[in-house]
């Protein structure tokens, strides 16, 4: 068993939780009496000096007592005197305001559609903001609280349901019967950079003729092959009297 906590201990709180105030765990049992296990040990672990709670300590509770103080049916838990639950049915004197809380993701959904219940599990309602906000944390870590004005509300169809002392159930809470925080403003979309329109010159391999090209001015020729010969001839003509002028 727990490091704190006897087996003794884990059995008279099951008793009390299960059996007479659920309600004070923000726990609803079903028409037969039943809370789902995971839920159980969620509420339990929220208050103080037991967190150590876990599945294998129900199974020790049901193997040590000679007369079973809890029954469990897969993945349900229930007490077995449950003589003193609070009797489910239509809540007749109720407060004028009820809380009850959202996921963050959910309640834009919900400023518009209204509030539904889940196929099994339905909505939870409550006179405490604490306890709305308790509940709403085993759904979401920063869960939205709803202020629900209840006589809207049933004018609009709600049924609300007595759920033990504190908690109120229903099937839904219509749109425009409750109110919440601004949604948080949107953050207006980063402009997209105009794409750069590609040259249709330009292509993968290719090149461009830059037909813009200088003219460059005629080169010199040089000399023509007239005035070639006859610079031939006369320096002939200079080597042959060079020649005679020679003594031998």
């Known amino acids: ?13 099951l008793a009390y939780t299960l059996g007479r105030r659920p309600d004070e765990f923000g726990l609803v049992p079903d028409a037969e009496g039943f809370v789902k296990i995971k839920t159980l040990l ?3 672990k929220e208050e103080p000096g037991w967190g150590f709670l876990r599945r294998s300590h129900l199974d020790e509770i049901l193997a040590v007592f000679p007369e079973p103080i809890i029954e469990i049916r897969n993945d349900r838990i229930r007490a077995v005197d449950r003589e003193h639950l609070a009797e489910a049915g ?21 400023l518009e559609k209204g509030v ?26 920063d869960p939205v609280l709803l202020t629900v004005s209840t006589p809207e509300a049933r004018k609009r169809g709600s049924v609300f349901c007595k759920a033990g002392e504190t908690l109120y159930s229903t099937r839904e809470i219509p749109a425009g019967t409750f109110t919440g925080p601004p949604l948080p403003k949107e953050k207006p979309s980063a402009s997209p950079k105009p794409k750069k329109t590609p040259d249709p010159r330009k292509s993968a391999g ?18 023509s092959k007239k005035e070639n010969t006859r610079s031939w001839k006369r320096d002939r003509k200079r080597l042959r009297r060079e020649k005679e002028k020679l003594p031998f």
């Open 1 to 13: 068993m727990g490091q704190k906590k006897s087996v003794k201990q884990v059995a008279k709180l």
């Open 42 to 44: 969620k509420a339990l």
């Open 90 to 110: 239509p809540a007749a004197d109720m407060p004028p305001v009820l809380f009850t809380c959202v996921r963050q993701r959910a309640y834009p959904h919900a």
């Open 116 to 141: 539904r219940a889940a196929d099994t599990e339905p909505v939870l309602l409550s006179a405490s903001k604490e306890m709305a906000i308790r509940i709403g944390k085993r759904l979401d870590p």
């Open 206 to 223: 290719s090149f461009i003729l830059d037909l813009a090209v200088k003219k460059e001015a005629p080169k010199s020729r040089g000399k």
